[in-house]
């Protein structure tokens, strides 16, 4: 009989108590799966109860349960038996929200695979890389599989990039241009990214697509393509980085469309011309002057500031000066929407796993691939994108109503 080590024991009791962990959980959120179908069934049988036949017998009812599948999640495979409902209603089909008919895998793990692929996994290393989260020989993701699905959402983007905006109105946009380095390519390529928020403050992507170092041109054709497709009203603002060519294009393309330095941005690159050892104060000043309640105040801070680093940093105050004129513009809009109008935050949370110029992959090995990755990445991500505090007031807006300090302004 073999002997273990103690060594050997304590690693041994901890493989398998993190199994028996990992089943609890899996085991767990199997029975919570469960119970929420049994209960959308319930719910959908319960308020359908008044239709009756002829006959006086109900229409729609419950009739057993699908042949159990395996739901590919991010703790494992889970074993499902999704309940099966008999509507007789003409026209009427019952449909799952929760458990989408034939859906194998979850949300979770369509994000998960073009985020793998644009983090440097190979398509011939998912099998591995995926073994530890969904289990050994999960069903559908060999690379062969990989490799359809990445053929399939090019086609989508390909779809996507070229629909018809007619009747579209966006009332915000926010700009950005993300790096990726590509294997195949002597450069690092940027891809635009272009969100907008709709007139009932929902929050949409709008453009993804391949640029040359965020140059005006390349912005300037993004937005002339837009107008190609549909789009015919310009936004009242837009927000981006102050290094965007961007800004010469919308110049020419939507002149009349406001302009939002992002604070974000700006404060990183003021502080980044300040010795460390002062970042504290100078970004509390930073901070105060775009959290002030009036552009008053923010501008008593912002001279405050110049006063305070001017004849030491020259250079930081420079920055901040360059852009005075447009980062207080958010205070000509409503106060409900300041949060989402000083910042790129749409742009920087989604593709927070692949952060422009503080993260590279290597995995895409051609433009085309990265840009069906970046938009399947958004895409997927959009599905949680949350509408704009205060989305009621956008209709004020748009009728022309003015604000000053983020309130209306009164009519003398």
Known sequence: MKTYTRTEVSELVKAEFESSLEGLFREGARKMLQAALEIEVTEYIEQS?????????????RNGSHKQRELITGIGRLPVEQPRVDDRREGERFSSAILPRYARRTPSIDRLIPTLYLKGISTSGFPHALEAILGKNAPGLSPANIVRLKEIWQAEYEAWRKRDLTGKRYVYVWADGIYFTVRLEPDRPCVLVLI???ADGKKELIAVEDGHRESKLSWQAVLKDLKVRGLKDPPCLAVGDGGLGFWAGLEEEFPTTQQQRCWVHKTANVLDKLPKTIHGG??????EMYLSPTRTEALKTYDQFIQL???KYPKACECLEQDKQVLFTFYDFPAAHWRHLRTTNPIESTFGTVRHRTRQTKGCGSRKATLSMVYKLATEAEKT???LHGHQIIELLLRGTQFVDGEMKKVA
């Open 49 to 61: 109860k008044a239709h009756l036949d002829g006959k006086g017998r109900h229409l729609v009812v």
């Open 196 to 198: 907008g928020a709709t």
């Open 282 to 287: 100078a970004k509390q000043l930073l901070h």
């Open 309 to 311: 680093y001017e004849p």
């Open 385 to 387: 994108w949350q509408r």
